[in-house]
């Protein structure tokens, strides 16, 4: 047998950490050290350290360690290099291992990384230069080694042989070798060495119950709680071993839901089981011949089992009444002792364990309980899942109000509430589930002792409930003014605890939704005032769907104009409309909801204190209107020059919010349906019958003059009359009778530079704006010049002005004026000659 593996179990749990120095580098030292191979590759093209590159090749077989890529890694560090011989007789001194190869276990590979890592220094590279006596160097395994310079370079390990330097100062790129010719050892090495020797052949205690067949259920709630490899470590442990009739014992008090140890599934049983193994080791060992009178510290932190003598021998006690018997004393093993008994000990923990699964859950303790039927019967009304919460494992503090209590709740909330059934859409099943759970702490049974006077407690529907403690009892304050009196304290469930208390909480939320369900909608409200009777007709006149809109969800801002303020509306449009009947078109219904969407913010409640001055606020119609703020008075302006006052703030609905106003708010989109468009230069053009031969003109000339013309502009247009085109087509001869012969390419791109030529782009220039001499660009390129003296004059390119016959005939888009001229630029007369 391998000597070193008896330390197989002490190293079982061995992590290996590297502590990284940290220490300047001249640039100097970094550029040499750059310039030749890593430590690892030093190594590797050493014959003499062969050995030591399979021991770390050998350690880094193992899943987590990766000491040649440490190595290989920047630096810097100082490694002492065992040569072969003395890898050599280091496996001598092993009895089972003739290689590296036979460190074939991680375990085994862990003891060699831990060697291995003794020879490591981390974040410097240190020279022999820099070596001195008596220095104290500490290694990535974490033990130190010491310097020796008397007669050479010498390194102190754990063991009394030093290690001399036979070869200093290899220089590699991320550090600096020196080949010693032992191997270093560690103190922790060292005792698990002597530990090895001292200790029989035995396994380990979780190798002694895996071969004790009347352990079989130890070893499997072993395993199942996870505490293997606990059991396996170095240890010393005692271990009292309870047999299998013990555990079969366990299982029959816990009753019918725990046949097998696999029924301990969840994380709470599992934490369980594993507290009940814990509490049968104790973190020493204690033979048969150690055993004295007294209560022992056991591995489950602060519980104790109590040593109590019986006869000429001992019984071991625990939280319970009945005591285990020892059966069999001094198991050997290599990490400790084990003794069975006949009884599985148990824990506090463990009876209260047992305790709570004799008791009913939260639900059905209510159940149980007259009561609290009505409790019962929200529980499942409210359809949330809250019967099944309230039976799992918790565990819970549960407020619970009794019959009187739920009945005291419906007689508040008015004739659409008779009983608990009457919370039948989903909104009211939402309401009584956020009731439900106001009463419900989750994450702690809070016993009454439990409670301090003022604590603020969390409930599960996100409120807090305030303890009060009076001379009277306990008290739970909600967010109404009346506290709820426990009248029944810490009644046990096995998920938790109940308080009985004679009223149903109410959190802020449940307050502010039944305040809301209190209230009318929009249109309810502005039915039930008198001054908005006109209002209502409105949206019914519409016929849009208003009604029906503003009855649903929202939440919406209105702002409701009264009686008189629609009368003015009225009025102000005329004959044509002496009542809101009297808007029956298609059209005119349309133009209604046009102004009456206008008075409709949607997505919001805007209270007054949410508005602020100057603010701009999109509404249902599309258009914005802007808050006024002065003197304390809201005020709203629309798409005219007179704002609207709010004569009436913050009625609140059930959907919203109404602002009562003193005037109809017109949108832009209504002034436009109520005053006739302007024509455009086009449409005006084409309403003058003197100038249907310039209409043509655009038309022939096929270059989207019209189009252009009837644009945004602004343009200024110089519009020569029929007669004009008349006169121009008689100078231009016989192949010009008409408009009509303009019909080539080339003829009609002429055409369009003429057109061009009486237009100016970008502003609309009235008569009053000309000065004497004034030239004038026009979109084909050339001036134009304005001469004022007999009236005003346009002067073109030939030798006879423009009269300007009527100015300023202003359009949508522009201004237009009346020449009598065709006027011509240079490029046409060019052309034309």
């Not at 020279?127 to 006596?133: C, E, V």
């Not at 030093?162 to 790129?173: C, G, K, R």
């Not at 939320?509 to 209230?519: F, G, T």
Request: one cysteine or more; hydrophobic letters at 50%; a negative charge.
């Amino acid at each position: 047998m391998k000597k070193i593996l008896q330390l197989k179990n002490i190293f079982l749990i061995l992590t290996v950490s590297l502590f990284i120095w940290s220490c300047d580098k001249n640039d100097s030292e970094e550029t040499a050290m750059s310039e030749t191979m890593t430590i690892v590759e030093t190594a590797q093209n050493q014959d003499a350290l062969s050995s030591l590159v399979a021991a770390l090749s050998t350690a880094d077989n193992s899943e987590d360690t990766d000491l040649i890529g440490t190595l290989s890694s920047d630096g810097p560090f100082t490694v002492f290099a065992p040569t072969n011989d003395a890898f050599t007789e280091l496996l001598a001194q092993l009895d089972g291992f003739d290689s590296l190869a036979d460190f074939d276990t991680d375990e085994e590979r862990a003891i060699l990384t831990t060697i291995l890592t003794y020879h490591v220094v981390a974040g410097v590279a240190a020279k022999s230069t820099d070596l001195t006596n008596g220095m104290i160097v500490e290694t990535v395994q974490g033990e130190n080694l010491v310097i020796n310079l008397d007669g050479g370079v010498f390194i102190n390990d754990a063991t009394e042989i030093n290690a001399e330097v036979l070869i200093a100062d290899v220089e590699a790129s991320n550090g600096v070798v020196h080949v010693i010719n032992k191997v270093l050892l560690p103190q922790a090495i060292i005792d698990a060495l002597n530990e090895g020797e001292m200790t029989n052949e035995n396994g380990t205690l979780v190798d002694i119950v895996i071969a004790t067949e009347p352990l079989s259920l130890l070893e499997a709630a072993v395993i199942k709680a996870d505490l293997a490899t606990t059991l396996s470590s170095e240890g010393p442990f005692t271990v009292f071993a309870p047999t299998d009739d013990a555990f079969v014992a366990l299982l029959d008090i816990l009753g019918d839901d725990y046949n097998s140890l696999e029924d301990f599934d969840t994380e709470a049983e599992i934490a369980l089981l594993r507290n009940i193994l814990l509490f049968h080791v104790i973190t020493a060992k204690v033979t048969s011949a150690d055993l004295a009178a007294g209560n022992i510290p056991t591995a489950f932190e602060g519980n104790n089992i109590e040593v109590i003598a019986s006869g000429d021998s001992f019984v071991i006690g625990d939280a319970s009444d009945v005591n285990a018997n020892i059966t069999g004393v001094d198991i050997m093993a290599s990490n400790g002792v084990a003794h069975t008994i006949d009884k599985v000990l148990l824990p506090q923990a463990a009876i209260d364990f047992v305790l709570g699964l004799q008791l009913k859950t939260i639900v059905d303790t209510a159940v149980a309980t007259d009561d609290l039927s009505l409790l019962v019967d929200a529980l499942i009304q409210a359809d949330a899942g809250l019967v099944a919460t309230l039976n799992s494992d918790g565990p819970f503090t549960v407020f619970a109000p009794t019959n009187a209590a739920f009945a005291a709740l419906l007689a508040a909330l008015g004739d659409g509430f008779n009983s608990l059934t009457d919370f039948d859409t989903d909104e009211e099943k939402a309401l009584l589930t956020k009731v439900l759970t106001y009463h419900v702490v989750a994450g702690a049974a809070a016993f009454s002792t439990d409670l301090t006077n003022g604590q603020a407690i969390e409930t599960v529907q996100g409120e807090n409930v305030t303890v009060d403690l009076t001379d009277g009892g306990v008290q739970i304050m909600d967010a109404t003014g009346t506290n709820a009196n426990v009248a029944l304290a810490d009644v046990a469930a096995s998920n938790g605890v109940v308080h009985v208390i004679d009223k149903v909480l109410l959190p802020q939320e449940v307050l502010d939704i039944l305040a809301a369900m209190s209230l009318k909608t929009i249109v309810d409200t502005a039915i039930a005032t008198d001054d908005l009777s006109v209002l209502v007709d409105a949206l019914i006149q519409a016929n849009a769907g208003l009604v029906e809109t503003l009855n649903s969800d929202g939440p919406f801002t209105v702002f409701a104009p009264t009686n008189a303020a629609f009368v003015e509306l009225l009025n102000t449009l005329g004959d044509d409309f002496n009542s809101l009947a009297d808007f029956d078109t298609d059209e005119e219904k349309e133009l209604l909801v046009t102004i009456l969407t206008y008075h409709v913010v949607a997505g919001t409640s805007a209270f007054s204190t949410d508005l602020g001055d100057g603010q701009l606020i999109d509404t249902f119609q599309g258009e914005s209107i802007r808050v006024t703020i002065k003197d304390g008075t809201v005020h709203v302006g629309d798409a005219t020059d007179v704002n609207a006052s709010v004569v009436l703030a913050d009625i609140a609905a059930s959907n919203g919010v109404v602002h009562v106003i003193n005037k109809v708010l017109l949108p832009q989109a209504a002034l436009n349906a109520l005053t006739p468009a302007i024509p455009n230069i086009v449409e005006t053009a084409q309403s003058v019958d003197d100038l249907s031969l310039l209409v043509e003109a655009l038309i022939q000339a096929d270059a989207s003059l019209v189009a252009t013309l009837s644009s945004e502009g602004q343009f200024t247009v110089f519009a020569p009359t029929n007669a004009a085109f008349v006169a121009l087509l008689n100078d231009l001869g016989d192949n010009y009778n008409s408009l009509a012969d303009f019909d080539t390419d080339e003829e009609k791109a002429l055409l369009a530079k003429l057109l061009t030529y009486h237009v100016v782009s970008g502003s609309a220039v009235a008569s009053t704006d000309l000065t004497d001499h004034q030239e004038i660009s026009t979109v084909q390129g050339e001036s134009l010049f304005a001469i004022l003296g007999h009236g005003v004059q346009i002067r073109d390119k030939s030798h006879v002005d423009a009269n300007v016959t009527t100015a300023d005939v202003m359009t949508s888009n522009g201004i237009v004026h009346i020449i009598d001229k065709v006027l011509l630029p240079q490029e046409i007369i060019d052309a034309l000659h």
